[in-house]
């Protein structure tokens, strides 16, 4: 845990956010600033910086947090295959694009067009 990181404090409920799942490793909620119709962000409650950070220790608990993205896809709006989908985001680094250092998977998803701003849905 890191008491100054946002995403921490989100996964502590410090700070309001419209959590969609929860269970005792990861809380998935919606982005509040979304770039599609279906926009949620997904994070271990442990504190990681990012995909950076990840080592031979983790292979656990982000094999299951992988699991989760299709069934948080389908549960929360993300039409089905073929003609739906969804799209998996995790900006790493300054370059990568990351503005919160703890790790998280972006699910995006929901009928086109989507929002054209740069990151992370173009
Ligand atoms: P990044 O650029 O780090 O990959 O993405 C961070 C994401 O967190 C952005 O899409 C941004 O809209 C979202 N975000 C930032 N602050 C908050 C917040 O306080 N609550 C929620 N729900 N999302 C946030
Ligand atoms: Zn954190």
């Not at 950070?53 to 039409?79: I, K, T």
């Not at 073929?82 to 790790?103: C, K, M, S, Y």
Request: net charge negative; glycine share 8%; proline share 7%.
């Amino acid at each position: 845990m890191s008491h100054d990181c946002l995403f921490c404090k989100i996964a502590r409920h410090e700070i309001p956010a419209r959590v969609v799942y929860e269970d005792d490793q990861f809380l998935a909620f919606h982005d509040i600033n979304p770039a599609a119709p279906v926009h949620l962000l997904l994070i271990p409650k442990h504190h990681i910086a990012s995909l950076a950070e990840v080592g031979s220790d983790d292979s656990g608990w982000l094999a299951r947090m992988v699991q989760l993205v299709p069934q948080l896809a389908a549960e929360n709006g993300c039409n089905p295959l073929p003609e739906g989908g969804f799209r998996l985001v995790a900006n790493t680094g300054i370059e990568g694009g990351q503005e919160v250092d703890h790790l998280h998977f972006h699910i995006m998803g929901g009928a086109r067009p989507w929002s054209k701003r740069a990151a992370p849905a173009a």
